[in-house]
Protein backbone atom coordinates (compact mmCIF):
# COMPACT_ATOMS: atom_id res chain seq x y z
CA UNK A 1 0.00 0.00 0.00
CA UNK A 2 1.18 3.75 -0.66
CA UNK A 3 0.00 6.68 1.17
CA UNK A 4 0.66 10.65 0.59
CA UNK A 5 1.21 12.79 3.28
CA UNK A 6 0.37 16.65 2.92
CA UNK A 7 0.81 19.54 4.57
CA UNK A 8 1.61 23.43 4.21
CA UNK A 9 -1.87 24.57 3.50
CA UNK A 10 -3.17 27.29 5.80
CA UNK A 11 -4.70 30.61 5.75
CA UNK A 12 -3.05 33.73 3.66
CA UNK A 13 -3.79 36.94 2.71
CA UNK A 14 -3.40 38.33 -1.05
CA UNK A 15 -0.18 38.53 -2.39
CA UNK A 16 1.53 35.69 0.11
CA UNK A 17 3.19 32.76 -0.24
CA UNK A 18 2.66 29.07 1.33
CA UNK A 19 4.88 26.03 0.69
CA UNK A 20 2.80 22.26 -0.19
CA UNK A 21 4.45 19.26 0.63
CA UNK A 22 3.91 15.98 -0.25
CA UNK A 23 5.13 12.69 0.96
CA UNK A 24 4.89 9.26 -0.08
CA UNK A 25 5.49 6.22 1.91
CA UNK A 26 5.00 2.67 1.59
CA UNK A 27 5.77 -0.23 -0.71
CA UNK A 28 6.96 1.91 -3.45
CA UNK A 29 9.62 0.43 -6.38
CA UNK A 30 9.65 3.44 -8.65
CA UNK A 31 7.29 7.26 -9.07
CA UNK A 32 7.17 8.43 -12.59
CA UNK A 33 4.70 11.65 -11.96
CA UNK A 34 4.01 13.82 -8.74
CA UNK A 35 2.07 16.67 -9.02
CA UNK A 36 -1.04 18.70 -7.35
CA UNK A 37 -4.56 19.58 -8.12
CA UNK A 38 -7.03 21.47 -6.82
CA UNK A 39 -10.76 21.82 -6.52
CA UNK A 40 -12.40 24.68 -5.33
CA UNK A 41 -16.54 24.81 -4.51
CA UNK A 42 -18.45 23.79 -7.17
CA UNK A 43 -15.89 23.16 -9.38
CA UNK A 44 -13.95 20.44 -11.31
CA UNK A 45 -11.07 19.33 -9.86
CA UNK A 46 -7.95 20.95 -12.46
CA UNK A 47 -4.33 20.15 -12.85
CA UNK A 48 -2.15 22.77 -10.96
CA UNK A 49 1.35 21.63 -11.48
CA UNK A 50 3.09 17.96 -12.63
CA UNK A 51 6.72 17.32 -12.61
CA UNK A 52 8.05 14.06 -14.27
CA UNK A 53 10.98 11.86 -12.69
CA UNK A 54 12.86 12.75 -15.74
CA UNK A 55 12.43 16.73 -14.54
CA UNK A 56 9.72 17.41 -16.78
CA UNK A 57 7.04 19.81 -15.31
CA UNK A 58 3.65 21.59 -16.80
CA UNK A 59 1.92 24.04 -15.25
CA UNK A 60 -1.86 25.15 -15.91
CA UNK A 61 -1.26 28.98 -17.47
CA UNK A 62 -3.23 30.64 -14.20
CA UNK A 63 -0.03 29.75 -12.28
CA UNK A 64 2.76 30.30 -14.34
CA UNK A 65 5.26 32.44 -12.95
CA UNK A 66 4.08 32.19 -9.71
CA UNK A 67 4.21 28.67 -8.65
CA UNK A 68 6.81 26.71 -8.78
CA UNK A 69 6.95 22.39 -8.12
CA UNK A 70 9.68 20.82 -7.31
CA UNK A 71 10.80 17.14 -6.36
CA UNK A 72 12.98 15.32 -3.58
CA UNK A 73 13.23 12.00 -5.66
CA UNK A 74 15.40 10.29 -2.91
CA UNK A 75 12.49 11.38 -0.16
CA UNK A 76 9.70 10.71 -2.42
CA UNK A 77 8.47 14.09 -1.79
CA UNK A 78 6.93 16.90 -4.04
CA UNK A 79 6.51 20.63 -3.46
CA UNK A 80 4.20 23.42 -4.58
CA UNK A 81 5.71 26.97 -3.66
CA UNK A 82 2.92 29.23 -4.29
CA UNK A 83 3.90 33.44 -4.26
CA UNK A 84 1.49 36.21 -5.04
CA UNK A 85 -1.17 34.53 -4.03
CA UNK A 86 -4.64 35.75 -5.22
CA UNK A 87 -8.10 34.80 -4.15
CA UNK A 88 -8.97 32.43 -6.77
CA UNK A 89 -6.50 30.00 -5.77
CA UNK A 90 -8.60 29.07 -2.58
CA UNK A 91 -9.21 25.48 -2.97
CA UNK A 92 -8.39 21.87 -1.58
CA UNK A 93 -5.09 20.88 -2.99
CA UNK A 94 -4.20 17.46 -3.74
CA UNK A 95 -1.09 15.70 -4.26
CA UNK A 96 -0.81 12.69 -6.73
CA UNK A 97 1.82 10.38 -7.17
CA UNK A 98 1.60 7.56 -10.25
CA UNK A 99 3.64 4.61 -8.34
CA UNK A 100 4.47 1.21 -8.82
CA UNK A 101 4.49 -0.98 -6.36
CA UNK A 102 6.96 -3.34 -5.18
CA UNK A 103 5.79 -6.82 -7.07
CA UNK A 104 3.85 -4.95 -9.38
CA UNK A 105 4.66 -3.92 -13.43
CA UNK A 106 2.07 -1.32 -13.60
CA UNK A 107 1.57 2.72 -12.35
CA UNK A 108 -1.36 3.43 -10.18
CA UNK A 109 -2.12 6.68 -9.40
CA UNK A 110 -2.56 7.40 -5.60
CA UNK A 111 -4.07 10.79 -3.84
CA UNK A 112 -3.41 12.30 -0.85
CA UNK A 113 -6.14 13.92 1.37
CA UNK A 114 -6.09 17.08 0.30
CA UNK A 115 -5.04 20.40 2.58
CA UNK A 116 -7.12 23.63 2.54
CA UNK A 117 -5.79 27.00 0.82
CA UNK A 118 -7.51 29.86 1.75
CA UNK A 119 -6.50 33.43 0.37
CA UNK A 120 -8.55 36.65 1.66
CA UNK A 121 -8.83 39.83 -0.56
Known amino acids: QVQLLESGGGLVQAGGSLRLSCAAS????????MGWYRQAPGEQRELVAV???????TYVDSVKGRFTISRDNAKNTVYLQMNSLKPDDTAVYYC???????????????WGQGTQVTVSS
Open 96 to 110: SADVMGLGSSAYYTY
Open 26 to 33: GSIFSINA
Open 51 to 57: KTSRGTT
